[in-house]
């Protein structure tokens, strides 16, 4: 800040250097936010763009230059989606597995939670070294021993080999801990005097208090899960039992120009997602800031 | 980690600030969720098959079908199933088409060792190596073919004796499919290159060859046109179609062995090198590309598998195809057959695989919708028959079926292989000017060579 | 935290004493119950999938039989370092991680900044940059494909129209990379947008007020305090992204399976090939091992980078 020292600062004091300053930062901003909106329509582009492929006849998805579908615009792709592929299907899996493991990982994760948070108990602290650890381990590098567990027990292809992999997700017990860290103690103690055990302190007392880290968490397990790709795909092997992500990145639902029905595809497979996204986003969001900055 | 750290805190999500609350997204996603359930139950789709493990194809009037055509044959494949439908209402036919080349083969064996198969899939006969060994396929006894109307002597005998392993039948023929050359006979013509009938007379040698494409060259068109982006199987069928009529020969002893030929090899190399450098050949094409190449009339010749006839008869280009010319002495032309296979379940079901049986019998009985594609019929019967004959330009290479070179055998080869890959590349840069002959071959030795080492899988 | 074992007074102390006494070891035994249930999966599902992984690293485990194979030693480990295929894939993820980790940091710190400035209406900008992060992979791997196909794909129209000649962005080797990073920028920024968005949110606004009576332009407030108070937030997003990007899988697969010519084939890829295709179940266990080490080892770099930022703020 190259200011000389014999000019006075106070506010309000106005020179011609500082309002050509200001004009200066003003156009600034203004450029820069028209720069950044020209680059949210950009984004958004894409998604228009398959939105539109997917009303239009496949003759119209391959002319030179590319138009938009205004004046004429058909269903049939969405049609032809359901009648010729097993989408119906890869949706149900999909949602089998999501609300499941949603459910599944809520459980286990907030039990842990509570318990490495507010209950003694032998080895408390190995169990969370233990469970801290776990974060670091990557799954994808762990597709070849696990699909050999499985395949060992002759559950590949089962709804058993879809969920339970995708159960343990140790950052969900870290979340739980650090909320229930934050909750204030006193409640329980009043419950424990009057008898509660464990399980009733953790049902009545922990899980209503838990209810943001609980949305937080089911929230961002069921998108995780959802979008899941490797190890559906690896461990659907017949294309009743893909999910949809699988079933998308696997099976060609049609010969010759398929665009319109591949977009239409990839709309309604997205669509639970957009759901969710548009009904909790302000929940989203802030469970990224929330568990990207623990 | 200090305290401000800890964001998951209750004043962070007070109730009010989603449009939804947490219990009224649980319940709506409960509600979707019973809603797919009970639609899903009024439908075909057992549930109950997903905790077990059982196939989608478990009761005896569902046949699940696999197959990898995305091209244009194709839709012959969805008319002739639809043949089928017509002809068994009462059977479910589900067929599903997957990415064609490695990820088909790879979900493929997976999923019969998973113990969950496909009834019935289309296989490639050249990776009968591959399946065949470890016991994937289900044997067909020429009672069980005999039961439903079929016999050895209704198919191509190389084909069909390519089928077997281990003196089984492992897998139907439904066709052959070789590399040929199409031939624009407008630009021909003006090149002087037709006979009196107008058609191309076979061309006898390299050199006759090189003359032809000159000729070619002088009247302004593209001598020929021969695909390399994003495709390594055309270039190493051009190799292989010219390095089997030069009598070579790649590997032995299923793949263990590599014996290329250098001396046959490298006089194929420079041929092609040739085409290149004289720029007798666009090969900077991509599949699509090098039929709208064809397509569009600019070229007089057309290097590759015959299944663009219909496109080309869509678009009415003047052309006839015939066999690849034998230049280097024997007739011969890289091809591969597609065959019906039935994947091996862990526990045997007769009655399915009769109902597949009768599946493949009805489709190989539609073979003339399925040579209209360009295949040459397995199916003898279909093949022999007038209607074939009069089918042109497909009729025109019917012979190669009887000299068809398919890939060496090994469990690392045929289409869509890993050979196929490792060997194209250089062959595909040598088409496109940018690798010497010397080079190329010593590349295609290197990979053999690692190829041929790595552990048998089987 | 114990529990005080004051007992209530309503009730009769005998009773009181014994409850105590009992209390203790059920509230052991009810709190490893707690815990129980998620130790299960993690031992079944990440922990025990682990330590199968190194066991079968020693092993020529094939697909196709069942048990562990002949004993292999370091066998799988001495292959590997000679395997050229396997170093191209791991210098593949390598290259895609050091190409793809500007932008992703760099971009949504730019849009972060712009955005938070914006009194009314950041909720489209949250919804243009994060929608794309909550579709899955095998769509926008559907949507980008069309994109970029060329002939009437949307990019080689609009190359075409300013007259330069399409690259060959899914056919050239050189190329295909780079257009998987463009699908992987657009696709994943949204997170990390929204990081810096919450880090943003945590600076002291008083600093800013601040500097404006000391006569600092907008653009120094910026350079001089904005960005070093995300320090935290920028490491956090490079870390994660790092990591995220070392275990590419996805876009490479569905877009260009690998190719052109295994030439944009990432590490993952090739395990997945090696166990699934070639069917050596111990040799790609070791090269996942490899690459779990690889992840370890920037993550406990991060870890180190935290304590000290941490130590040094």
Not at chain 1, 132 to 137: F, N, P, R, Y
Not at chain 2, 9 to 14: A, E, H, L, S, Y
Not at chain 2, 193 to 205: C, E, F, V
Not at chain 3, 46 to 69: A, E, R
């Amino acid at each position: 800040m190259a200011v000389s020292a014999s000019r006075p600062r106070t506010a309000g004091r106005r020179d011609r250097g500082s309002t050509r300053r200001r004009q200066r930062a003003s156009l600034f901003t203004r450029a820069t936010t028209g720069v950044v909106i020209a680059l949210a329509l950009l984004w958004l582009f894409p998604i228009a763009w398959a939105l539109d492929t997917s009303v239009k006849s496949e003759n119209d998805t391959i002319i030179v230059p590319a138009t938009w579908a205004i004046s004429h615009f058909t269903f049939s792709a969405y049609s032809g989606v359901f009648s010729a592929s097993d989408l119906g299907r890869w949706y149900l899996n999909s949602a089998i597995v999501s609300i499941v493991v949603t459910v599944l990982t809520v459980i286990t994760a907030s039990m842990a939670g509570y318990a490495l948070s507010r209950r003694q108990f032998r080895f408390k602290g190995l169990v969370y070294a233990a469970i801290l650890a776990g974060i670091m381990i990557p799954p994808q590098a762990l597709i070849v021993p696990l699909f050999r567990e499985f395949q060992s027990v002759h559950l590949i292809n089962t709804y058993w080999a879809l969920i339970l992999p995708q159960v343990p997700a140790p950052i969900a017990v870290f979340i739980f801990k650090k909320f229930f860290d934050g909750v204030p103690i006193t409640l329980e103690q009043a419950a424990e005097v009057d008898g509660a055990n464990w399980w009733v302190s953790y049902r009545r007392i922990a899980l209503p208090l838990a209810r943001p880290a609980i949305a937080a968490v089911s929230i961002f397990t069921f998108v995780w899960t959802w979008n899941n790709f490797l190890w559906p795909f690896l461990a659907a092997t017949s294309q009743t039992m893909m999910t949809i992500p699988a079933g998308l990145g696997t099976v060609t639902d049609g010969v010759g120009i398929i665009n319109a029905l591949q977009m239409a595809e990839a709309v309604l497979g997205s669509l639970p997602l957009v759901f969710v996204f548009l009904l909790a986003q302000r929940q989203i969001v802030e469970g990224v800031a929330g568990t990207g900055l623990k | 980690m200090a305290h401000n750290d800890v964001r998951v805190g209750p004043n962070r999500f007070g109730p009010g600030r989603t449009l939804l609350s947490r219990r009224g997204f649980l319940a709506g996603t409960a509600a979707i969720g019973a809603g797919l359930v009970t639609a899903a139950c009024g439908g075909t789709y057992n549930v109950g098959s997903g905790l077990t493990g059982s196939s989608g194809g478990d009761n005896n009037s569902t046949l699940v079908y696999w197959n990898l055509l995305t091209g244009g044959d194709g839709t012959h494949m969805v008319a002739m199933e639809d043949a089928f439908r017509q002809a068994h209402p009462q059977v479910d036919l589900q067929s599903t088409i997957l990415a064609w080349g490695a990820p088909y083969y790879t979900k493929l064996s997976l999923a019969i060792r998973s113990g969950s198969p496909p009834d019935v899939a289309i296989m490639h006969l050249s990776r009968i190596h591959q399946y065949g060994p470890p016991g994937m396929l289900t044997p067909i006894s020429e009672d069980l073919l005999a039961a439903h109307g079929m016999e050895p002597k209704d198919f191509t005998p190389l084909a069909f004796s390519k089928a077997h392993y281990n003196g089984q039948l492992l897998c139907i023929p439904l066709d052959t499919h070789p590399f040929v050359q199409y031939y624009n006979t407008k630009v021909c013509k003006k090149a002087g290159l037709l006979d009196s009938s107008g058609a191309l007379p076979p061309i006898k040698s390299a050199d006759a060859m090189l003359d032809a494409l000159r000729k070619l060259k002088k009247v302004g068109a593209t001598p020929v046109v021969c695909d390399t982006i994003n495709d390594p199987a055309t270039p190493w069928r051009l190799f292989y179609t010219l390095y089997s009529q030069a009598g070579g020969q790649v590997l032995a002893d299923n793949g263990k062995d590599v014996v290329l030929n250098q001396t046959l090899a490298m006089k194929v190399l420079t041929f092609i090198h040739q085409l290149a450098s004289e720029g007798l050949m666009n090969a900077t094409v991509d599949p699509g590309g090098g039929t709208a190449i064809f397509q569009a009339g600019d070229a007089g010749l057309y290097w590759e598998g015959e299944w663009n006839v219909t496109v080309f008869q869509g678009a009415n280009v003047p052309f006839s195809m015939q066999p690849y010319p034998a230049l280097f002495g024997q007739a011969a032309a890289q091809a591969d057959s597609h065959t019906f296979i039935l994947p091996k379940r862990t526990t045997a079901d007769p009655e399915k695989t009769s109902l597949a049986l009768t599946m493949i019998r009805t489709l190989l009985g539609q073979s003339l919708t399925w040579a209209e594609g360009g295949h040459i019929p397995a199916w003898l019967p279909i093949r022999d028959s007038e209607a074939y004959k009069k089918l042109k330009p497909q009729s025109n290479y019917q012979e190669v079926a009887s000299y068809a070179a398919y890939d060496p055998p090994a469990w690392y080869s045929g289409s869509g292989s890993d050979m196929e890959n490792y060997l194209g590349e250089p062959l595909g840069d040598l088409m496109l000017g940018g690798m010497s002959p010397q080079a190329t071959y010593s590349q295609m030795l290197g990979s053999l060579h690692t190829l041929s080492k790595e552990p048998v899988p089987v | 935290m114990t529990a005080s074992s004051a007992p209530a007074t309503t009730m009769p102390r005998a009773a009181t004493a014994e409850r105590t006494r009992a209390r203790r070891p059920r509230r052991n035994w009810g709190n490893l119950s707690l815990v129980s249930p998620f130790l299960v999966f993690y031992v079944l599902f990440l922990v025990g999938p682990l330590v199968y992984d190194v066991v079968l690293s020693f092993f020529n485990t094939s697909l196709v039989k069942g048990g562990l194979g002949s004993f292999a030693g370091f066998g799988n480990y001495t292959e590997l370092f000679r395997d050229h295929q396997f170093w191209s894939a791991m210098w593949h993820t390598i290259l895609f991680t050091l190409v793809s980790t500007p932008p992703l940091v760099i971009l949504p710190l730019f849009f972060a900044i712009v955005v938070n400035r914006i009194k009314r209406g950041q909720w489209f900008f949250r919804l243009a940059f994060f929608l794309p992060y909550i579709l899955p992979s095998a769509a926008i791997a559907l949507v980008w494909l069309f994109i970029y196909e060329p002939g009437y794909g949307l990019i080689a129209g609009f190359f075409n129209l300013i007259g330069v000649g399409d690259p060959g962005w899914l056919s050239d080797p050189n190329v295909a990379l780079y257009s998987i990073v463009i699908v992987t920028v657009w696709w994943t920024i949204g997170f990390n947008f929204v990081l810096y968005l919450a880090g943003l949110q945590d600076i002291n606004p008083d600093l800013y007020e601040a500097a404006g009576l000391d006569g600092a332009s907008q653009w120094q407030q910026t350079w001089r305090i904005t960005i070093p108070m995300l320090g935290r937030t920028t490491t956090l997003v490079t870390v994660l992204q790092v990591i995220a990007s070392l275990k590419i899988f996805d876009q490479i697969y569905l877009i260009l399976q690998g190719g052109p010519n295994y030439s944009s084939r990432p590490a993952i890829e090739w395990i997945y090939d090696t166990a699934f295709t070639s069917q050596r179940v111990g040799y790609a266990s070791a090269a996942s091992f490899i690459l779990f080490i690889v992840i370890l080892i920037v993550s406990f770099i991060w870890l180190a980078l935290v304590r000290r930022q941490e130590s040094g703020v």
